[in-house]
């Protein structure tokens, strides 16, 4: 079936330093894929997605790109802030009609002062 | 800005008695959805509802569990038989369009359901 794999937490970063967190997913076709934040004591919000092959999804100053041929789409950001302290989940959803969305474990970033 | 708002935000309950979780979607939204997160694990499909009946379930969502849209504006989620296991996160989410595939789904806050 399809499935979602994300690194570790927590990740720790000084602010103004360069996020990365990986994402890898398994899944037939061309899924759409998705990140989710959750900050502290809230719900989940779409913080970006990207529905076809080479679509890059960005917002608030992140960025991630669908690459097919590594099934991958990794998370980045040029220069954190504290407030960018938060769970950071990505997911897919299949092309194949069904709607729900696979997530991966998440992970924490913490980005201190 | 419209959002889904759920409550309550904390149920604590015995094992073996019924719970029933509500949430109120985004009113133009066709697409209703569980998910849960038990404590340090991924969040997890449990139903999807258009039309007045389930389209989609994932093999947690068993007898034990139910849902329903008792008016235009509620979505209740219903466990029957409250087990330890059953103790998570419970979030609602909803969709606006009708087709599959880079549709946001706007999550609600969340229920936290303890089981003793």
């Known amino acids: 079936g399809d499935s979602v794999t994300q690194m570790e937490g927590p990740v720790t970063l000084s602010e103004e330093a360069f996020l990365t967190i990986n994402c890898t997913y398994t899944?037939?076709?061309?899924?759409?894929l998705f990140w989710y934040v959750q900050y502290p004591g809230e719900g989940l919000q779409l913080l970006l997605k990207a529905t076809k092959a080479d679509d890059k999804g960005s917002n608030k100053g992140f960025e991630a790109t669908y690459r097919k041929e590594t099934t991958s789409f990794h998370l980045e950001k040029g220069s954190v802030q504290v407030s960018d302290s938060a769970v950071y989940f990505c997911?897919?959803?299949?092309?194949?009609?069904?709607?729900?969305?696979?997530f991966g474990s998440g992970t924490r970033l913490q980005v201190q002062p | 800005e419209p959002e889904v708002t759920q409550t309550p935000s904390h149920q604590v309950t015995q094992m073996g008695q019924e719970v029933i979780l509500r949430c109120v979607p985004i009113s133009n939204h066709l697409y209703f959805y569980w998910y849960r997160q038990i404590l340090g694990q991924k969040v997890e499909f449990l139903v999807s509802?258009?039309?007045?009946?389930?389209?989609?379930k994932s093999e947690i969502f068993d007898d034990q569990f139910s849902v329903e849209r008792p008016d235009g504006s509620n979505f209740t989620l219903k466990i029957r038989s409250t087990k330890l296991e059953d103790s998570a996160m419970y979030f609602c989410a909803s969709s606006e369009l009708g087709s599959s595939g880079g549709n946001e789904q706007f999550f609600g806050p969340g229920t936290r359901l303890t089981v003793l």
């Open positions: 997911a897919l959803t299949p092309d194949t009609g069904r709607r729900a969305l696979t």
């Open positions: 899944a037939t076709g061309y899924p759409s």
């Open positions: 509802f258009y039309n007045n009946e389930i389209s989609e």
